[in-house]
């Protein structure tokens, strides 16, 4: 039996989305397919920031965020193989799903219709789903990944839920040798995106509203880098090139989505991985009509998942990331919500901290 | 040589989009590439009445318009190697490109972005493409479809946009055995989609808002009929079922596209090839994440594919729910069209030589 404590970092005053209180919680109630870790490391993500503003509706308090989980697992359940005490290992932004439905059966369960996210969910036994800014957690295992030896736990931790939900598209997209993928906006995501698709031998082009980012994008290696800021005629010169764009803007209204897809090659996919608060710009069927197609991704499968860390692991990829201690949870968020982070968050536990890389 | 006239019926004001006067008309200066062709038949098509009422923006006046086009090879230039004089042939709603550009290469000529269109379009040289409620086309061998021998001409006709339009992407995105397609909208295009769709080994949904057309489609092949609501509660049942939706829907407003969108399997496509003159409703990119789905649209289809489904017309005796009518009563059909009072395509037949 642990002795493993659960204690979070949790928004007690959903009016006051930066101030992060300690308090003790009851994790998910243990059962044979799971597996129970201490968190070392948590990423922040856009989603967190989403979810404690209430962009993205209203949130029961109090709650403890976080999805881009990595730490040192402490039990394994009897029916659990994959994994013993001891080992490294992360949780994304997914928890648990059916297992039985054909989404779950087709190695689609980031799709399964009843999904349960990391945190702001419950379990059917009714228990709240609280996330990672916290000391421990226990998810089934086929929510638990692996970390590769090579692969440092801090550099891990924004893969989970960041590094997959752009790797899942680009990998289904078919990125790799000869093909030219597009990705707009570089932040968080997107800085993986395009770190990724280089690795995976895509040509890629980065598109950025201001020279800002400039340097930061060359070193991360794209090929090219179009300033979309005050260049309406940004997407002329790339008409039909382009043979996929992973979006990972946050923003809706204003952008010239038209645009975007004029620079896709037949039947190209522009693939929104960014979920805005606000709606998408109005679009006329017309718009379409290069034959490229609009959609969306929801995370990834933990075979994609896995195929992502041995990608970093092999090729040494490391994300741009600054760590702040957990306690300072409250000046990250903030820091993300004014886009002043290059170009992920992550945070080392410090309730109760573990030694561990 | 020839001596065929260039005559047809044509619109000369958009504000009198119904008023037709027979025009004679310049045609194109025939080419080494070019095949001419003595006009039989003309399908009426929703572009035709989106052109002239001018919803889809300004077009050239005069204007003739139609482009599912059927008829006789009178004249082949030097150069053609698929036709010869007295050929049933047809031309669809592409009559040109750049023939050089790597959609042209790749059998996406249909996506070159200097297409030419059949009608109320301009030739390099500056021409105006005229279309076929007239006696006589000359196109490029390209676009130029060979019309098989056991498929009649009346039948073929609007099969060259209307059913073209829909068998390019029920193919290009995998309509077939073990695969569910739904059809949105049961007109023109609508009909042909089922027609289609069944012939390819598809299992197919129609969607309709007329509890009047449950008995046609019913006839047509459709394995399920489902009567749609604005609100979308049809789709609830259907939730996460369909590999594909073809939607004809001509009208944006009251459109329950969200609704329609979470009908579709993982990474389903829904293709638009109705094209409303309004905006789309709006979505956001959560509509898009519980199934990763695409939404598009599709234009036309190549020759390619526009000689596979003539053949799969011919080999399975596909035939069309059309309503004939004289050329010179353009005027009457396409007025019924705009009041989508026609079971399911009108097609003319031409009268002036």
Not at chain 2, 70 to 94: C, L, M, P, Y
Not at chain 2, 306 to 315: S, T
Not at chain 2, 332 to 337: D, N, S
């Amino acid at each position: 039996m642990s002795q493993v404590e659960f204690k979070g970092y949790a928004i007690t005053d959903a009016n006051l989305w930066t101030q992060f209180n300690l308090i003790e919680y009851q994790p998910k109630t243990f059962d044979d397919n799971d597996v129970e870790l201490r968190i070392a490391y948590c990423g922040v993500c856009g989603s967190d920031v989403h979810t404690i503003t209430q962009g993205w509706g209203q949130i029961p308090t109090p709650l403890v965020v976080g999805h881009e989980i990595t730490g040192q697992v402490t039990r394994v359940g009897a029916n659990v193989k994959e994994f013993k005490v001891g080992d490294r290992v992360g949780v994304g932004a997914q928890i648990g799903s059916c297992y039985k439905c054909r989404a779950c059966k087709e190695d689609q369960e980031n799709y399964c219709p009843s999904m349960i996210d990391t945190y702001n969910a419950h379990y059917p036994d009714g228990v709240f789903a609280q996330g990672g800014y916290s000391t421990a957690i226990r998810a089934n295992q086929q929510f638990v990944f692996a970390i590769p030896e090579n692969l440092p736990l801090r550099y891990a931790a924004s893969m989970l839920c960041a590094g997959l939900t752009v790797f899942s598209p680009l990998k289904r997209h078919g990125c790799g040798p000869g093909k030219k993928v597009g990705i707009v906006g570089i932040g968080g995501l997107g800085h993986y995106a395009l770190l990724f698709a280089k690795a995976m031998g895509a040509e890629v082009y980065a598109f950025t509203h201001s020279n800002r980012k400039m340097d930061d994008i060359k070193k991360m290696g794209a090929d090219h880098i179009i300033v979309t800021g005050n260049n309406p005629d940004f997407a002329k010169p790339l008409q039909m090139q382009l043979d996929l764009i992973v979006c990972a803007l946050d923003v809706g209204k204003g952008m010239p989505l038209k645009d975007y897809l004029s620079m896709l090659w037949v039947h190209g996919k522009f693939v929104m991985v960014g979920l805005p608060d606000e709606p998408l710009p109005e679009m006329k069927a017309f718009d379409f009509l290069t034959g490229a197609f609009l959609g969306g991704s929801h995370i990834g499968n933990k075979k994609e998942a896995l195929e992502m860390l041995q990608l970093a692991a092999d090729k040494g990829i490391k994300p741009w990331i600054e760590e702040m201690p957990m306690s300072k949870a409250g000046e990250a968020v903030q820091r993300v919500k004014n886009g002043d982070v290059r170009y992920r968050f992550v945070l080392k536990q410090d309730i109760s901290p573990i030694d561990i890389d | 040589m020839s001596s065929v006239e260039f005559k047809g019926y044509a619109i000369s004001d958009p504000k009198k989009w119904n008023d037709f006067s027979v025009i004679e008309f310049k045609p194109k200066a025939f080419q080494d590439t070019d095949v001419e062709i003595a006009i039989t038949h003309c399908g009426v098509c929703g572009s035709d009445v989106h052109t002239i009422t001018g919803g889809w923006g300004e077009a050239p006046f005069p204007l003739v318009p139609g482009h599912e086009i059927v008829g006789k090879v009178t004249r082949v230039g030097s150069e053609v190697k698929g036709f010869k004089v007295g050929d049933r042939a047809g031309i669809g709603a592409q009559i040109g490109s750049c023939y050089s550009c790597r959609a042209c290469k790749s059998d996406n000529e249909n996506y070159c972005s200097k297409s030419i269109n059949t009608y109320a379009s301009k030739y390099p040289d500056g021409i105006s493409t005229q279309g076929g409620y007239s006696t006589a086309i000359r196109g490029h061998e390209q676009f130029v479809f060979p019309i098989p021998e056991n498929l009649e001409s009346r039948h073929a006709a609007s099969m060259l946009c209307g059913g073209l339009t829909v068998y390019s992407p029920l193919v290009r995105n995998g309509a077939g055995p073990g695969k569910k397609v739904g059809v949105v909208g049961i007109g023109g295009l609508g009909h042909y989609a089922i027609l289609f769709g069944k012939a390819l080994g598809a299992e197919m949904y129609a969607f309709t808002h007329s509890k009047d057309k449950i008995e046609d489609i019913k006839k047509m092949g459709a394995d399920h009929v489902v009567v749609t609501d604005d609100e979308g509660e049809f789709a609830k049942d259907l939730a996460m079922s369909l590999d594909l939706i073809i939607s004809t829907r001509d009208v944006a407003e009251g459109m329950p596209l969200q609704q329609y969108l979470s009908m579709l399997w993982i990474h389903g496509h829904f293709v638009t090839v109705g094209l409303p003159d309004k905006p789309l409703p709006q979505l956001s990119a959560f509509d898009f994440c519980p199934n990763g789905c695409y939404l598009g649209s599709s234009a036309i289809g190549s020759k390619k594919e526009a000689v596979e489904m003539l053949q799969l017309a011919a080999d399975r005796g596909i035939k069309p729910w059309i309503e004939e009518l004289p050329m010179k009563d353009a005027k009457q059909a396409v007025e019924r069209l705009k009041r989508n009072d026609v079971k399911y395509r009108f097609v003319l037949t031409q009268d002036l030589a």
